[in-house]
């Protein structure tokens, strides 16, 4: 039986190599034993709050606006490892450098930063699924526990960090390849295709995008040939249950974002763009974009409420 399968799987791998097939194109992540692949992952946001204060006695209602900004800046190496069993291939993956950036008052040193020189593995299949990230979810649980600290009554508090952009670049890197419906058929220009994509965002929050994504065209280089991958977002009403949970337990955050309670998601809309080399199996790069709005309220019976616009950029290039 166990032959009959790897013979299968063989004529199967035989097939996927980006070739057409009645004018669709087979869309296949590939790994060349030996080769490291060194990707530029960059994750920035800029955040506006706009508070409201109404207005009391003879005073006015207030308005005043805060503008925040965030950003990680990431370079991870991935190198296949062992022999491939059955069509999925182990792959190591490296943090070599971590940085982040925030402007905000009493700020500490982020967690994701202590991310340099740890690895994980995961074994991805043909069709850019991941068929095992127990060790990827292990790293975000650790991670995830290093981001609190002992408040004063014995309580834990929680710092900010970017622990959910750090999922969002690993966890869905092949998602657009892996998302198609079908794999084996291929897929034509004009060609659409639905998928869930994770929302980082500077509050807790468990938060999913709606993709639709589009082959718009394929494009001749000398790299080989690409897959044009257009993107479209929007707010998702529900999330996964399979996705990583970040954190656990009972805590309170601590910054303007762990003050403001009663957040509600009003809408997100973006799009974005990936270049996927055929010939090659990878992705070459992408980028994202899209508008978060959300309003929260202020705690202590206070009658002021604040606007919040979260504008987030999701970009990766594949380092030569």
């Not at 994750?43 to 204060?53: A, K, L, Q, T």
């Not at 639709?212 to 000398?222: D, P, S």
């Not at 980028?287 to 616009?309: C, D, H, T, W």
């Amino acid at each position: 039986m166990r032959a009959a399968l790897t013979i299968l799987t063989a004529i199967l791998l035989s097939i996927l190599t980006g070739c057409e097939a009645g004018g669709r194109k087979l869309l296949t992540v590939d790994f060349q034993p030996g080769q490291t692949l060194r990707y530029k992952f960059v994750s920035s946001r800029d955040i506006e709050i706009n508070w409201s204060f109404p207005a009391g006695g003879t005073k006015k209602p207030e308005n005043k606006v805060d503008k925040l900004h965030e950003s990680m800046e990431m370079i991870v190496a991935y190198i296949p490892v062992g022999p491939e069993c059955d069509g999925l291939t182990t792959v190591k993956a490296t943090c070599e450098s971590v940085k982040v950036e925030r402007k905000q008052r009493g700020g500490t040193a982020d967690v994701v930063e202590s991310l340099p020189g740890k690895s994980f593995t995961i074994t991805v299949s043909p069709t850019g699924k991941m068929e095992d990230s127990s060790q990827l979810n292990e790293l975000i649980r650790e991670i995830g526990e290093k981001t609190f600290r002992q408040g004063g009554s014995g309580g834990r508090i929680k710092n900010p960090d970017m622990i959910g952009d750090f999922v969002t670049t690993q966890w869905f890197l092949w998602d657009a390849v892996a998302s198609i419906k079908k794999p084996l058929e291929g897929v034509s220009v004009g060609r659409h295709w639905m998928s869930k994509l994770s929302v980082p965002t500077p509050m807790v929050s468990r938060l999913a995008r709606d993709v639709t994504y589009t082959l718009k065209e394929i494009r001749q280089t000398e790299k080989g040939e690409l897959a044009v991958i257009k993107s479209s977002y929007s707010l998702a009403e529900s999330v996964p249950s399979s996705w990583p949970i970040l954190y656990t337990g009972s805590f309170q955050m601590s910054g303007t974002f762990g003050f403001l309670t009663r957040y509600k998601f009003l809408d997100l809309q973006g799009e974005g763009q990936e270049l996927f080399n055929i010939d090659a199996g990878r992705t070459e790069q992408y980028n994202q974009q899209y508008q978060l709005n959300a309003e929260a309220s202020v705690p202590f019976g206070i009658e002021a409420g604040a606007g919040i616009k979260i504008k987030q950029n999701l970009t990766m290039q594949l380092l030569e």
